[in-house]
Each structure stands twice: as C-alpha cells, then as structure tokens.
C-alpha cells in the first residue's frame, strides 16, 4: 500500500504570494492532518479534516487555511506569505476508527519564504 | 491542555548498545494514546511504537519498546542494540482517545550513533 504523498517537495516563495501545497492520504484514510516544523517552534498542529469538513483547528492565523476533496486528498494554502512561514510542513494520515488512531506522516513539503 | 517533555536535547550512543529516551506528559484526559516517531535528516516522520492509557504491558515492536509508567506520567522509549541507522531525531506524542486527531509533540531528542 503507497504511503501519504505529498507535493511539491520543495517550494521558494517570495514574501506576499501564496502558495498550496497538497497532500494525498493512505488508499482508506479519511482523517488528514496539517502540521508546521520549524526549528524554534517545534512541532504544531494546523487543522484536520475528515469527510471534508474541517474538524479541528490549531492557533495559527486566518492566513492558512485547507481543504479536503472526496476522494480524502487534501490542500493547504499559505497567503500572504511571510519570512515566518517557512518551515517543514508535514501532512498524516489515518483511519479514524475509534480513540486514537496512528497518523502516518508524509515526506513534507519545505517551504522557503524568500 | 496535553504537554509533552523530552528534557535529553542530543545523546550520543555507541553502536550496539542499548538506548533510552525519555518521555514525561501531562493530561487531564482519562483516556489517550503515546506514539514515538522517528525523523531522519530527510524529513519525513516515521511512525515507531504506540502505547494506549489503558494497555496493562508495554508496547514492543521489534528492537523498540516503550517503558510506560502511567503513575509517573512517563513513556520512555527504549532502543536495543543500536544501529548507525537509528541516528535521527525521536519526537515523543500524544492524542486524546476522545476524537480529537491533534497530535502534540515534544520538543525531541537528536540520538547520534557513534561506531
């Protein structure tokens, strides 16, 4: 079974464009998730979807937003992008059965905010 | 609120020999789940071993398990004979059982191993 895709891999930006960036989950995983790395911030959670609907949403501001397809594959997009924004942004995702479910990461896609 | 602590920043383990990284959370939660993931210079985070809440023995996968101790609030992970392909960095997690997808992460431990 393919594990979570993600493209592009690498992506520089210039400071106020956007960027999207997509991520397609395991064959049967309806549940994904968006995170953020960067090396002073650690990770942190971005928001989850399942079903296409957004379902949880981490502290980050109204520029990030997603969305998920019906097919589970899901987008994230960056606007207005700042020199902050660039981190490793790593997509999971899982079965959502019940309790806790392992999320399985992607590759990432390593934005570089120019 | 979930709150994860790895207090090792970087360790340095010779070749062969056992490795324990340690893990220490907090929840109110009564019910949720502790992953180890593995993050080579790649990038990708790579999925170890879970343990859930309510699991009475410790989880095993191959040459990995987590030494859980639920009263102490700790979930160290535990390598046996170390490989120089452990090298990499070892976030500690956790998720609520109640739905809640968010995995909160440590702040990891870079392991180096020296041949």
């Known amino acids: 079974k393919a594990g979570v895709t993600q493209t592009p891999r690498y992506l520089i930006k210039t400071r106020g464009q956007q960027v999207t960036l997509s991520c397609s989950p395991i064959s049967g995983h309806r549940s994904v998730s968006w995170y953020q790395q960067t090396p002073g911030q650690g990770l942190q959670f971005l928001f989850e979807y399942f079903s296409e609907t957004q379902r949880n949403k981490g502290n980050f501001p109204g520029r990030f937003s997603g969305r998920q397809f019906s097919n589970s594959r899901s987008e994230m997009n960056v606007s207005t992008l700042e020199l902050g924004d660039s981190a490793l942004y790593l997509c999971?995702?899982?079965?959502?059965?019940?309790?806790?479910?392992?999320?399985?990461f992607g590759p990432g896609t390593r934005l570089t905010v120019l | 609120a979930q709150k994860i602590t790895q207090t090792q920043p970087g360790m340095f383990v010779q070749e062969k020999e056992a490795v324990t990284l340690d893990c220490t959370y907090d929840t109110s939660d009564p019910s949720y789940g502790l992953f180890w993931y593995k993050q080579p210079s790649s990038g990708e985070m790579i999925f170890l071993i879970y343990q859930g809440s309510y699991d009475q023995q410790n989880a095993t996968e191959g040459r990995y398990s987590l030494n859980f101790q639920k009263a102490r609030k700790s979930a160290n992970l535990v390598i046996s004979a170390s490989q120089l392909g452990d090298s990499a960095m070892y976030f500690c997690a956790m998720q609520s059982n109640f739905g809640n997808e968010k995995l909160t992460f440590g702040t990891g431990t870079r392991l180096t191993i020296i041949p």
């Open positions: 999971a995702s899982s079965l959502q059965t019940s309790g806790s479910d392992t999320q399985y």
